[in-house]
T-cell receptor, first 112, second 115 residues
Framework: GENVEQHPSTLSVQEGDSAVIKCTYS??????FPWYKQELGKRPQLIID?????GEKKDQRIAVTLNKTAKHFSLHITETQPEDSAVYFC???????????FGSGTQLTVLP | EAGVVQSPRYKIIEKKQPVAFWCNPI?????LYWYLQNLGQGPELLIR????????DSQLPKDRFSAERLKGVDSTLKIQPAELGDSAVYLC?????????????FGPGTRLTVL
């Protein structure tokens, strides 16, 4: 089955700096890659996703890049703010969103 | 639009007791998922329903866990008897199944503590 590895497990940045979280996946058939943000005690919330027919997608301060050849994808957050502090999970799925395999999460802390 | 609803939000029980969790998905979402999330880890799928049919329950510990979605809408996940290692957050999610636009939306979860 699919295996998703996520790095780093913790990341601290100064407010205003950029943050990058990377994930690799094992199944070359995977074609859907969402990113979820989970604040302490709250539900995971989708922040951005990408499907394998595009290499990059951007939404305001967040962007995701996908390299299907290398089987990795990354989340980029620019101009970080304290409210960006949370755990971020990447996931990968074959065919649709129905078979998500999640990474182990990255605790992002934005220092004021 | 109402999101995925779960209840209870918190549950504390003693080991060997039964416990049940309830989930109501987003209206119109045919696919429903139950996940287990241990502290500091990503969600792990327990079971996936397409309407009322369980199409992926390979990770569900069937000796003590059971689930049902009788009318293809809301769902119940049960543990009987609970063990200490079952302490975790149980997340429910739903998705519409629409090709190229399918996205999983999560509920707030039920935090289970087994004493």
């Amino acid at each position: 089955g699919e295996n998703v590895e996520q790095h780093p497990s913790t990341l601290s940045v100064q407010e205003g700096d950029s943050a990058v979280i990377k994930c690799t996946y094992s199944d070359s058939a995977s074609n859907y890659f969402p990113w979820y943000k989970q604040e302490l005690g709250k539900r995971p919330q989708l922040i951005i996703d990408i499907r394998s027919n595009v290499g990059e997608k951007k939404d305001q301060r967040i962007a995701v890049t996908l390299n299907k050849t290398a089987k990795h994808f990354s989340l980029h957050i620019t101009e970080t703010q304290p409210e960006d502090s949370a755990v971020y999970f990447c996931a990968a799925s074959v065919g649709s969103a129905r078979q998500l395999t999640f990474g182990s999460g990255t605790q992002l802390t934005v220092l004021p | 639009e109402a999101g995925v609803v779960q209840s209870p939000r918190y549950k504390i029980i003693e080991k060997k007791q039964p416990v049940a969790f309830w989930c109501n998905p987003i209206s119109g979402h045919n696919t429903l998922y139950w996940y287990l999330q241990n502290l500091g880890q990503g969600p792990e799928l327990l079971i996936r329903y397409e309407n009322e049919e369980a199409v992926d329950d390979s990770q569900l510990p069937k000796d003590r866990f059971s689930a049902e979605r009788l009318k293809g809408v809301d769902s119940t996940l049960k543990i009987q008897p609970a063990e200490l290692g079952d302490s975790a957050v149980y997340l429910c999610a739903s998705s519409s199944g629409l090709a190229d636009r399918d996205t999983q939306y999560f509920g707030p979860g039920t935090r289970l503590t087994v004493l």
